[in-house]
């Protein structure tokens, strides 16, 4: 398990190699990348605020479930903190298992959890002055569907 | 007792971090706001509306009933924001 918050980029394939290298009882990793959108109606950059210490613990804390619901080998996930510009990566999440099954579903589990659960807050840049960005409920919504089992 | 605020909450109050050292009545999250509250305007506005208030003690997730004790960390923070698309 390896959880890094940072103000630096970083390089989605060497961090995959680095999850697998060595390790043949992997037979499948699912990756997920996100990245900051340049939408018309947002500003040009935002800065992203983090609470140090409970940010590391909640994605420990995170990826003790996912390992509850399905056989995972390894987990990586890395998110980003400080200025971001549209294009830039914020966050990534990177699930290694025997099976394809268990990778795909345990990383899409883990960024809904993530979302919800993670403390980041974004302070976007906007024509009227920063402005801090509102939760959405369809992120709480995807998060509690791995809890009803509605999916 | 630690407190940290983030996002707006922090904006609004004006600092990120205070140490209080509020009565032993003082025993609940939910009191702890409303002790908080009278420590100035800027504290009564941005607590003022629970709805949009998360809380952590020792940073995990807490509701209004959890404990809070003179050796606790205490956060206050909007619903959070983090990850993308």
Redesign the interface.
């Known amino acids: 398990m390896t959880v890094r918050v940072q103000r630096d980029d970083f390089d989605p394939g060497a961090e995959v190699d680095r999850l697998t290298k060595g390790k043949t009882s992997i037979g499948a990793v699912t990756s997920f990348v ?4 340049g939408d018309a109606s947002a500003g040009e950059a935002m800065t ?4 140090p ?2 940010t590391e ?2 994605l420990l804390a995170i990826e003790a479930e996912a390992r509850t619901r399905w056989p995972i080998d390894d987990v990586m996930v890395i ?1 980003r903190f400080g200025r971001l510009l549209p294009g830039d990566r ?2 990534l999440v990177a699930v290694a298992s025997s099976h394809r099954a268990a990778a795909f579903s345990a990383c899409e589990f883990l ?1 809904d959890w ?10 976007e840049d906007g024509a009227d002055g920063p402005h ?5 409920d369809d ?1 709480d919504e995807r998060a509690d569907r791995w809890t009803t089992g509605s999916r | 007792m630690k407190i ?1 605020y ?3 909450l922090r ?1 609004r109050i004006g600092t990120g971090e205070e140490d209080v050292s509020p009565p032993s009545d003082v025993d609940t999250v939910g009191k702890l706001i409303d002790w908080l509250k009278s420590r100035s305007p800027a504290h009564a506005e941005a607590l003022s509306k629970a709805s949009v208030i998360r809380a ?1 003690v020792n ?3 807490a509701g209004l009933d959890h404990a809070v004790s003179s050796s606790d960390e205490v ?1 206050f ?9």
């Open positions: 996100g990245f900051v959108r992203l605020e983090h609470y210490g409970m613990r909640q998110h914020i966050v960024i993530l979302k919800t659960r993670a403390p980041f807050w974004k302070l801090w960005v509102d939760a959405k992120d | 940290l983030f996002a707006w904006s952590a940073q995990d997730y956060a923070f909007p619903p959070v924001t983090g990850g993308s698309a």
